[in-house]
């Protein structure tokens, strides 16, 4: 049923975190804490801050510990939150499937379930409303693991490592910029009408076909994005490892608690 006084949002929570080792064999991603929390609570509050007021989590591996945790926090008793059995090895288009008649908004908030972020959401998710769009993706800053070499007008200025882009080029089409996808998008519940139950890659197969004939449009968002998607990214929000990510996830912290 929708509700034109309810935001939907979707958190994917369901995948077995295998990039994470031994961790994930005890506890599934989106419950790995970060300065002590889990990611699943920074997502949650952050929701709840942006004026989401119904979150829909398909869960599948160790998705009872999900589950237990939500139920187990005082602050979320009030908060109108399904957490679906969606299978263990389901893929996202079935899970997305599974619940997509859950949804209540005529829009809705679709992310990943490993992503700490702070920017606003509440801000892009009204002119996605107000523009009649169908599809909004929303883009990030990311870190490039490797060196690089600057260069302006031929000259080679500098060399860095690890430098934050949000955008690249291709030797393919120099006219062409590829920009950084934070793994969120704003939709309208009608495009779930498309048949997507058997894709396998869900944002592959049906993205394509709704930039085809669909009205979509890009937010390349300012704020806070950090993907957990290794170790390397637990490692990287710690103080010994990079002091500034840290002061910035205890800024978010003290916001949303």
């Not at 709704?210 to 009205?215: A, D, G, V």
């Amino acid at each position: 049923m929708k509700n034109l006084n309810q935001k939907t949002a979707v958190i994917l929570c369901g995948g077995r975190g295998t990039r994470l080792g031994s961790l994930s064999k005890k506890i599934p991603k989106s419950i790995v804490k970060i300065n002590n929390y889990p990611i699943i609570w920074f997502i949650i509050k952050n929701l709840i801050k942006n004026s989401f007021n119904h979150l829909i989590l398909p869960v599948g591996y160790k998705g009872d510990v999900i589950k237990r945790f939500v139920q187990q926090q005082p602050d979320l008793k009030n908060i109108d939150i399904e957490i679906v059995d969606t299978g263990k090895d389901a893929n996202i288009a079935k899970r997305i499937f599974l619940i997509k008649n859950r949804i209540r908004s005529k829009n809705f908030l679709l992310m990943n379930g490993d992503v700490i972020f702070d920017f606003n959401l509440k801000k892009i998710y009204s002119d996605h409303e107000k523009n009649s769009n169908s599809l909004t993706f929303l883009g990030c800053e990311n870190q490039l693991p490797y060196g690089t070499i600057g260069i302006i007008n031929k000259k080679i200025i500098n060399f860095e490592r690890n430098i934050t882009f949000n955008s690249v080029r291709t030797k393919k089409n120099l006219k062409f910029t590829a920009y950084v996808y934070s793994g969120m998008s704003i939709l309208d519940k009608k495009l779930l009408n498309i048949n997507f139950k058997n894709f396998k890659n869900f944002e592959k197969q049906l993205f394509p076909k709704i930039i085809k004939k669909f009205k979509c449009d890009f937010r390349d968002f300012k704020g806070f994005w950090h993907s957990i998607d290794n170790m390397k990214d637990i490692d990287d929000t710690q103080k010994k490892n990079n002091l500034k990510k840290f002061n910035e996830i205890r800024k978010i912290i003290k916001k949303i608690k």
